[in-house]
């Protein structure tokens, strides 16, 4: 695959990526650069990776976690821990329905609600694994925690979302 | 019947599709069979939240082409930079010269673009400091400077606007001066010889010269120097590639990365060798440009085109549009790109520019005499057909 054909597939999903990290436009696409930069430049990379898309995430996030370190150790000198301390927060995009605004509205608040009530790296665990389908091993090596640790990550989200928002349904389970 | 947006309220829907849990996909796996008319609406909801709801890059097209832009531009860059410069050697003893150097390295399968085949695109840089790194110190400026070494190891620099500054020099190590792409300089020599450093270019020189010989070494970039006359000490001005070497006179070395290698001879005389061949000798108004097999083409030329830049302007002669934009790129500190293809970069440009302060005047300029049409967005500048 070339690198025109490479970018043009990935570059939405890796900016929306990016911003959801909570890095500014201009930061994420400087980070984009770079890594189309050293996937072309370090000879053979795009043959030689099979996992490119998830190379290319990968790539991304370690260089906005190296960003984001640097622009912490310039506030304050304490050192932070990326994995935790980065926010997750996915925008919902509603524009595109083609119905009235008062249920546009109302999807884009039953959405939100429910990602609200979770944590950032819950919310970033479900961006991983239902939008982009990685699995358990990848998302672990993108959070840089364990694959338990996020199994459990993702069974007390939905626990929290089923206490919150489930009730009925557990009822109705539970009945049948 | 269930609309796919009254699914996009549900609450039950939306755990499904976040976080399923066998629960969930129980529920769900009933409720198609219970419905099947719906089983179509659940599936665009399905496509609706992956696809765009909670996956809606807000990258616009034009964002998108600059990036990509911006990235084949670095990657071309880092290429020129892996690839090393063939080794040449010549010898001058000329009234005026000029030698331009380029690496030959072969052009990489270029990765495809073209968003509009007649267009060339340019960006403005950030402008860097000059930079003088002398006693293992660095001392910039944000103008242009004039450095002028005296005899006792002292040098003066003045800046536009600004006092002159007094600094020692120490004897024994050598000193760079770093000027910029967007910037210009001249230093004058202990010995009272005068350089002009034109835009992007390292010149390494001592803080006085040794009993037998002068030497300078211009790392990268382009100068004009005017040698003061010593007959006992051979000058000697060294780059990467090749080393020339003087008796008093007035020449011009240009020693760019993206440029062909080439030499000028404008008055006198002057012989060019290479590795493995013979010396070769040129007549003023002469050019010879240098061949991967290390031998030499030459044909006439006009001289003013190739040292008019110290003078503040730039002269052309049908020369094409991308040789005018690549100088113009180097004195404003700009960046030009654009596909092999692109017709424009073959229109030819006659006349001359005048490199004022104002950098739309000479974008006017150069569109006036290409018949182009130029437009400056921020930092990018779009160059199209009229």
Same mark, same amino acid.
């Given at each position: 695959?070339?690198?025109?054909?490479?970018?043009?597939?990935?570059?939405?999903?890796?900016?929306?990526?990016?911003?959801?990290?909570?890095?500014?436009?201009?930061?994420? #696409? &400087?980070? *984009?650069?770079?890594?189309? $930069?050293?996937?072309? +430049? =370090?000879?053979?990379?795009?043959? @030689? /990776?099979?996992?490119?898309?998830?190379?290319?995430?990968?790539?991304?996030?370690?260089?906005?976690?190296?960003?984001?370190?640097?622009? #912490? &150790?310039? *506030?304050?000198?304490?050192? $932070?821990?990326?994995? +935790? =301390?980065?926010?997750?927060?996915? @925008? /919902?995009?509603?524009?595109?329905?083609?119905?009235?605004?008062?249920?546009?509205?109302?999807?884009?608040?039953?959405?939100?609600?429910?990602?609200?009530?979770?944590?950032?790296?819950?919310?970033?665990?479900?961006?991983?694994?239902?939008?982009?389908?990685?699995?358990?091993?990848?998302?672990?090596?993108?959070?840089?925690?364990?694959?338990?640790?996020?199994?459990?990550?993702?069974?007390?989200?939905?626990?929290?979302?089923?206490?919150?928002?489930?009730?009925?349904?557990?009822?109705?389970?539970?009945?049948? | 019947?269930?609309?796919?947006?009254?699914?996009?309220?549900?609450?039950?829907?939306?755990?499904?599709?976040?976080?399923?849990?066998?629960?969930?996909?129980?529920?769900?796996?009933?409720?198609?069979?219970?419905?099947?008319?719906?089983?179509?609406?659940?599936?665009?909801?399905?496509?609706?939240?992956?696809?765009?709801?909670?996956?809606?890059?807000?990258?616009?097209?034009?964002?998108?082409?600059?990036?990509?832009?911006?990235?084949?531009?670095?990657?071309?860059?880092?290429?020129?930079?892996?690839?090393?410069?063939?080794?040449?050697?010549?010898?001058?003893?000329?009234?005026?010269?000029?030698?331009?150097?380029?690496?030959?390295?072969?052009?990489?399968?270029?990765?495809?673009?073209?968003?509009?085949?007649?267009?060339?695109?340019?960006?403005?840089?950030?402008?860097?400091?000059?930079?003088?790194?002398?006693?293992?110190?660095?001392?910039?400026?944000?103008?242009?400077?004039?450095?002028?070494?005296?005899?006792?190891?002292?040098?003066?620099?003045?800046?536009?606007?600004?006092?002159?500054?007094?600094?020692?020099?120490?004897?024994?190590?050598?000193?760079?001066?770093?000027?910029?792409?967007?910037?210009?300089?001249?230093?004058?020599?202990?010995?009272?010889?005068?350089?002009?450093?034109?835009?992007?270019?390292?010149?390494?020189?001592?803080?006085?010269?040794?009993?037998?010989?002068?030497?300078?070494?211009?790392?990268?970039?382009?100068?004009?120097?005017?040698?003061?006359?010593?007959?006992?000490?051979?000058?000697?001005?060294?780059?990467?590639?090749?080393?020339?070497?003087?008796?008093?006179?007035?020449?011009?070395?240009?020693?760019?990365?993206?440029?062909?290698?080439?030499?000028?001879?404008?008055?006198?005389?002057?012989?060019?060798?290479?590795?493995?061949?013979?010396?070769?000798?040129?007549?003023?108004?002469?050019?010879?440009?240098?061949?991967?097999?290390?031998?030499?083409?030459?044909?006439?030329?006009?001289?003013?085109?190739?040292?008019?830049?110290?003078?503040?302007?730039?002269?052309?002669?049908?020369?094409?549009?991308?040789?005018?934009?690549?100088?113009?790129?180097?004195?404003?500190?700009?960046?030009?790109?654009?596909?092999?293809?692109?017709?424009?970069?073959?229109?030819?440009?006659?006349?001359?520019?005048?490199?004022?302060?104002?950098?739309?005047?000479?974008?006017?300029?150069?569109?006036?005499?290409?018949?182009?049409?130029?437009?400056?967005?921020?930092?990018?500048?779009?160059?199209?057909?009229?």
């Amino acid at each position: 695959m070339d690198l025109a054909a490479l970018y043009n597939l990935y570059v939405n999903d890796l900016f929306t990526y990016g911003c959801y990290l909570g890095f500014e436009r201009e930061i994420v #696409k &400087d980070a *984009i650069h770079d890594v189309f $930069v050293k996937v072309t +430049v =370090d000879e053979g990379l795009l043959r @030689h /990776i099979s996992h490119i898309k998830f190379y290319l995430f990968r790539s991304l996030k370690n260089r906005l976690i190296d960003l984001h370190k640097y622009q #912490k &150790d310039e *506030i304050a000198l304490e050192k $932070v821990d990326p994995s +935790v =301390d980065m926010p997750f927060n996915i @925008h /919902i995009d509603v524009e595109s329905l083609l119905i009235e605004k008062e249920d546009q509205m109302q999807v884009k608040n039953a959405i939100e609600q429910m990602l609200t009530s979770l944590t950032d790296r819950q919310r970033e665990i479900i961006y991983l694994r239902y939008i982009q389908e990685y699995d358990y091993n990848q998302i672990a090596e993108l959070l840089h925690i364990s694959v338990h640790g996020c199994r459990k990550l993702v069974s007390t989200a939905i626990h929290s979302l089923r206490e919150k928002f489930g009730f009925l349904i557990t009822f109705l389970t539970l009945m049948s | 019947m269930k609309h796919y947006t009254d699914f996009l309220k549900d609450g039950k829907f939306l755990r499904w599709q976040l976080l399923d849990d066998d629960a969930l996909n129980q529920y769900w796996r009933n409720f198609k069979i219970e419905h099947p008319e719906s089983i179509k609406e659940i599936e665009q909801a399905i496509v609706y939240i992956k696809n765009k709801g909670m996956n809606n890059s807000n990258l616009n097209e034009n964002e998108r082409a600059l990036l990509f832009h911006k990235i084949q531009t670095t990657i071309r860059q880092r290429h020129k930079v892996k690839q090393r410069r063939l080794f040449w050697y010549s010898v001058a003893a000329v009234a005026i010269l000029l030698i331009g150097l380029t690496l030959f390295y072969h052009q990489r399968e270029d990765i495809v673009i073209t968003p509009d085949k007649e267009l060339i695109v340019g960006e403005l840089l950030n402008n860097e400091d000059i930079q003088l790194i002398t006693n293992k110190e660095s001392i910039y400026f944000q103008n242009d400077i004039e450095v002028k070494l005296d005899k006792g190891g002292k040098a003066e620099i003045s800046q536009k606007n600004k006092e002159i500054r007094e600094i020692e020099i120490k004897q024994e190590q050598l000193n760079t001066l770093i000027v910029p792409y967007g910037k210009r300089s001249t230093l004058t020599l202990a010995d009272g010889s005068k350089i002009w450093l034109n835009s992007g270019s390292v010149l390494e020189f001592p803080a006085q010269f040794g009993d037998k010989k002068r030497e300078i070494r211009l790392t990268a970039g382009e100068m004009y120097i005017e040698v003061t006359h010593d007959r006992s000490k051979p000058f000697f001005v060294h780059t990467s590639g090749f080393n020339v070497r003087v008796y008093g006179t007035k020449f011009n070395i240009s020693n760019y990365t993206d440029s062909p290698q080439s030499v000028v001879l404008v008055e006198g005389s002057v012989s060019l060798q290479s590795k493995g061949h013979k010396e070769l000798f040129i007549t003023p108004s002469e050019k010879a440009v240098y061949s991967e097999s290390g031998t030499f083409e030459t044909r006439q030329v006009d001289v003013d085109q190739f040292i008019s830049w110290r003078e503040g302007y730039l002269s052309f002669d049908k020369t094409s549009m991308s040789e005018v934009l690549q100088k113009i790129g180097r004195y404003y500190n700009l960046s030009f790109d654009y596909e092999q293809d692109v017709n424009l970069q073959k229109r030819t440009c006659s006349g001359k520019i005048y490199l004022s302060d104002n950098f739309d005047n000479v974008m006017t300029t150069v569109a006036l005499l290409t018949s182009t049409q130029y437009r400056k967005e921020n930092k990018n500048i779009f160059i199209t057909n009229q």
